[in-house]
């Protein structure tokens, strides 16, 4: 067929005909091409005819190749611009500013990680997603039930995390070390939402952190929380997370865990009356217990005083004995010397007010206990 073409354009150029059928055919790649370029419009909603002929342009004839610039883990467009390289894909150059990376893709799957620098992409090439290598900080809260059943808040959970660096050293040359391997499970490991969506990076990390504090909380009761005996329950959730099976979780996402804060934990306002209750409870049988104890000293200081009161007069008594002179009238001098010895115990009694502890003095007040010897 293609030799009998040849003669019958040559037929048409004697004939004069010629120009007709080259604008026809003219006519005819120009109809397919703008017909091209609003299918592209069409199927990728761009706002501009421009730009879906643009990108056709490139990848039919590699002329006016697009170019998109990737900084701070964003590509750097403007407000009404729809790029092609970020909607579509190849041909065309990106610009990886220092600091970030970027994973492209090409129908089956991954085909490269781009660090900083220029790049060129080929047809059907697509970026599939760009992450900040700068250090990420987040801040949120954890709600979680405890062991007994009750409602706890863990405000202020900080964290500050980084694409897992593989434990290659920062540079002049590389300030920002990264690991591909890293890059790709931060991509393909996160799990998809309620949504049918995956969260972005950073929120997948910190639902990770505070999945881990939840559960570490499910695992002990109020009074470890709100009052530990032994270790702080922060100190005991920041070291939750230099655990081996922390740093192999947080490496599923291809994370790199730096620092970790745990705020505070707030109860609700019923179980913190319940608590102030029961504190009150405890602290008055204390009192009372502390009362019973010191009533009991007294009264045991008040019968010792008269055990004591009661040995000293027979003591007296039996020495007052010891002194009766047979020559003279018994029964008189027995009278006079108890006498005498019974009001010397009562004197030396009434000088040492502690023996009868608790009793009202002269002027009205408690007798005091006397301090300790020495």
Do not use: C
């Amino acid at each position: 067929m293609a030799e009998n073409l040849v003669p019958l354009l040559l037929a048409q150029q004697s004939s004069g005909n010629w120009p007709l059928y080259l604008a026809a055919a003219l006519l005819a790649g120009l109809f397919a091409v703008v017909a091209a370029a609003f299918y592209i419009q069409d199927i990728y909603e761009f706002r501009s005819f421009d730009n879906a002929l643009r990108y056709l342009f490139a990848s039919l004839f590699g002329l006016d190749y697009p170019s998109l610039t990737i900084e701070h883990g964003q590509p750097k467009l403007d407000e009404d611009e729809h790029n092609t390289l970020w909607r579509i894909g190849g041909p065309g150059y990106v610009n990886v500013k220092l600091g970030n990376a970027v994973l492209l893709e090409r129908g089956y799957g991954a085909t490269r990680v781009l660090g900083p620098g220029r790049h060129f992409l080929r047809r059907f090439e697509t970026i599939r997603e760009v992450r900040d290598l700068r250090e990420q900080y987040r801040r949120d809260e954890v709600k979680a039930v405890t062991k007994d059943g009750i409602d706890v808040v863990v405000r202020d959970v900080e964290a500050t995390f980084r694409l897992a660096t593989g434990d290659q050293p920062r540079s002049e040359r590389q300030p920002y070390p990264f690991t591909p391997e890293a890059l790709h499970a931060s991509v393909y490991n996160r799990a998809v939402g309620k949504d049918g969506k995956a969260p972005e990076w950073g929120e997948a990390v910190m639902n990770l952190i505070k999945g881990r504090i939840r559960n570490w909380v499910s695992g002990q009761r109020l009074d470890r929380l709100t009052a530990p005996v032994d270790q702080d329950p922060r100190a005991a959730i920041r070291a939750d997370f230099d655990s081996e099976a922390a740093r192999q979780q947080l490496a599923g996402l291809g994370a790199e865990l730096i620092w970790v804060n745990i705020g505070h934990l707030d109860t609700p306002k019923k179980v913190d009356e319940q608590r102030l209750e029961t504190w009150r409870s405890f602290w008055e049988a204390e009192d009372k217990v502390t009362r019973a104890q010191g009533e009991s000293l007294r009264v045991a200081y008040r019968e010792l005083g008269r055990a004591e009161g009661q040995a000293d007069m027979l003591v007296a008594i039996a020495r007052a004995l010891e002194g009766v002179d047979p020559a003279r009238d018994l029964d008189q001098q027995v009278a006079e010397l108890m006498l005498l010895r019974v009001g010397g115990v009562l004197e030396a009694m009434a000088a040492q007010p502690w023996l009868s502890e608790g009793e009202p003095g002269a002027d009205g007040q408690a007798l005091k206990a006397p301090p300790p010897e020495g």
